[in-house]
């Protein structure tokens, strides 16, 4: 089975410094996707970075970089220079890449506090 | 190039009623997945669909079901509601045109309270 945990319910950061959001996962496929999305008070989730299980180098995506220790399956995100924009609640997902279909598991997210 | 619309944003039920949401994808993406997020649950994977066939279910009871019509547009419906199906739907389309790299695109969500 797939799991996907995010073990910090609540975060909080200073404006200008970076943080990291933790995320564990756990997969039987060889070959999988990793995700992170962002969630404002607004509900919509928005697409921040995308990691495969295959890739070398770590992703990064402006201020957004992943950081991707496969013998741990752990892709923790890393925000650096947070701004007050970036206060929300942060999924990581993945997604297996070989069996059929585009189904993607979640965690229970991150509350992200940046304070001025 | 427009975003994935969902209609309706906001929706009030009572129990025992259907109700029927709806997903337009992003122009050309041929995949389209629904969400169910609640305050305890999170987000919980009910099903996706490609080109009109559904591929993959979580684990929810048969009163939710969901198609996909020729234009890739998605419903969902849930019958017979319950309380407990008080939550914000989200709906996600991707391309499909690979298997991982695709990214998944999410609406606004429908927020359906029951009551």
């Known amino acids: 089975a797939q799991k996907i945990t995010q073990t910090q319910p609540g975060m909080f950061v200073q404006e200008k410094e970076a943080v990291t959001l933790d995320c564990t996962y756990d997969?039987?496929?060889?070959?999988?996707?990793l995700f992170w999305y962002k969630q404002p008070s607004s509900g919509e989730m928005i697409f921040l970075i995308y990691?495969?299980?295959?890739?070398?180098q770590n992703a990064t995506e402006g201020r957004y970089s992943l950081n991707f220790q496969k013998a741990r399956k752990s892709a923790n995100l890393v925000i650096s220079a947070s701004q007050l924009g970036d206060s929300a609640m942060y999924f990581c997902?993945?997604?297996?890449?070989?069996?059929?279909?585009?189904?993607?598991?979640f965690g229970a997210g991150t509350r992200l506090f940046v304070k001025a | 190039k427009a975003g994935v619309t969902q209609t309706p944003r906001y929706l009030i039920k009572t129990r025992g009623q259907q109700v029927t949401l709806s997903c337009s994808p992003i122009?050309?993406?041929?995949?389209v997945s629904w969400y169910q997020q609640t305050p305890g649950q999170g987000l919980q994977f009910l099903f996706e669909?490609?080109?009109?066939?559904?591929?993959n279910k979580g684990n929810f009871p048969g009163r939710f079901s969901g198609r996909q019509f020729s234009n890739s547009r998605s419903e969902m419906n849930v019958s017979t509601l319950e309380l407990g199906d008080s939550a914000l739907y989200l709906c996600?389309?991707?391309?499909?045109?690979?298997?991982?790299?695709?990214?998944?695109?999410f609406g606004p969500g429908t927020r359906l309270t029951v009551l």
């Open positions: 997902a993945m997604r297996p890449l070989l069996t059929g279909g585009f189904k993607t598991i």
């Open positions: 997969t039987s496929d060889p070959s999988y996707g």
């Open positions: 990691q495969g299980s295959y890739d070398q």
């Open positions: 122009s050309g993406h041929r995949s």
């Open positions: 669909y490609f080109s009109e066939t559904q591929r």
């Open positions: 996600a389309s991707l391309l499909g045109a690979s298997q991982g790299t695709d990214t998944q695109y």
